[in-house]
């Protein structure tokens, strides 16, 4: 079945005159070359100076002037909750129909592409009809993977159930309270064809009941989770974790990523180290996901009582050297501004070339594909964007969606306001 409407046709691309900033972390070329063939693979992209003479030019070779751009690679987003509106509780969601959740996922979608983001993995709440909806063409959105429910114990961060009883989770909550529980909890969302398993290491800012510091999952449940997912083809495993004893909590059990990590001491950066595992700060929670007018008073109290806790520590992550990857937590903050994450990691203490590695290379590994993404080199799959300016003197170019001019994803230009190529340019 062929989707036409959202299946552009791929056709080679040349782009010249542009900065290039491959995602290795190697210096910036100026005045580089990148071409890409019919099939959506990089042939080449380095200095225009050694760009190999190639005997035929495609017929209808693209050609695009990017003077006074930089090229990079698409980006990621490791931590997105597409299926949520921004300011939502997810019990919110369980009062809309259903086709207005999707119709606006669709939406969502649109917005994290055309941030610059071609590749997007949902922490909770996504089906994966969304993943087969964009890979076969009847959506434009991030390539997704896709953890689908978040597991939790009874009164932990993902239960949102109501004294009562009634779930508002719309389906978003996978309940575990023993190890055996865990194990299952773990079939069943892999059963629904999950990419990776998401699971609730310590209590968080949105739910009303538990502070960041309780702990989640025991450490034995962890354990039995990963080990689960191991079992299955060495599924990811990522841990919500805020406060540190859940964090060591989940280090120990052997979990793949830390998300958020808000409360991470010397100790459990160095057991990261350790097991080489990934840090995403999701540091958008903090900076543009405080609102007193739209939260709750007690998300509003927790959170302004944990920004500086969040900042001091994150700030020794990344002066220590973890392994950090680009998270978000959309949904928590504005969907579509994805890449501010960058400006926050830099205020933080980051060097601008080491957060544009931490939202493309590092982003890849740790979705297990940096062997096709996350880095502009010959061999590779054509996920790049153009921006207007120069990230590395500003990394806040990034942020906004206008400044990325172009994004061509799997070597099909999705999003283009580069200026009309006349005869001239198109040839
Ligand atoms: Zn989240």
Redesign the pocket.
């Known amino acids: 079945m062929t989707h036409p409407t959202t299946r552009e046709a791929r056709t080679a691309l040349r782009i010249h005159g542009a900065r290039l900033v491959d995602g290795t972390g190697s210096p910036p070329v100026d005045d580089a070359v990148i071409t890409v063939d019919a099939q959506g693979t990089i042939t080449y992209a380095g200095p225009a100076a050694t760009e190999p003479t190639t005997a035929d030019r495609p017929a209808d070779l693209r050609v695009v002037d990017a003077a006074g751009r930089t090229v990079l690679p698409g980006f990621f987003d490791c931590?997105?909750?597409l299926a949520y509106a921004h300011g939502s509780p997810p019990g919110r969601r369980a009062e809309l129909d259903p086709v207005l959740v999707t119709l606006d996922t669709v939406t969502r979608l649109r917005q994290t592409l055309d941030a610059g983001v071609t590749s997007a993995r949902d922490?909770?709440g996504l089906s994966t009809g969304f993943r087969t909806a964009v890979e076969s063409g009847r959506v434009v959105g991030p390539r997704l993977s896709t953890a689908v429910r978040i597991i939790s114990h009874t009164g932990g961060h993902a239960d949102v159930r109501l004294p009562d009883g009634t779930d508002l989770s719309a389906g978003m909550s996978e309940i575990a309270d023993t190890a055996d529980e865990a194990r299952l909890a773990v079939r069943r969302v892999l059963r629904e064809g999950a990419d990776l398993v998401k699971i609730c290491a310590t209590g968080g800012m949105g739910s009303p009941y538990d502070q960041p510091d309780d702990e989640g999952l025991l450490e034995e449940e962890i354990r039995a989770v990963v080990d689960e997912a191991r079992r299955h083809g060495g599924k990811p495993v990522a841990a919500?974790a805020q406060g540190n004893a859940g964090i060591l909590n989940a280090l120990r059990g052997g979990v793949t990523s830390i998300?958020?990590g808000y409360g991470l001491d010397e100790r459990a950066l160095d057991l990261a180290g350790e097991r080489e595992a990934f840090v995403v700060p999701?540091l958008s929670t903090v900076y543009a996901g405080i609102d007193k007018e739209t939260m709750p008073d007690f998300h509003y109290q927790k959170k302004t009582r944990w920004s500086g806790i969040t900042k001091e520590n994150i700030a020794r992550a990344i002066e220590y050297g973890a392994r950090i990857a680009l998270?978000t937590?959309a949904?928590?903050g504005p969907h579509g501004v994805n890449l501010m994450e960058l400006s926050y990691l830099v205020d933080l203490g980051m060097d601008p070339m080491a957060a544009i590695v931490a939202g493309t290379r590092t982003s890849a590994e740790l979705l297990g594909v940096a062997d096709r993404l996350g880095t502009l080199t010959a061999g590779r799959t054509a996920d790049l964007i153009l921006c207007d300016g120069d990230p590395l003197r500003d990394i806040g170019v990034l942020g906004d969606p206008a400044n990325v001019v172009c994004v061509v994803q799997d070597g099909v230009v999705r999003k283009d306001l580069l200026p009309a190529a006349g005869p001239a340019g198109r040839r």
């Open positions: 931590h997105v909750h922490l909770g919500h998300e958020h999701t998270g937590d949904a928590v």
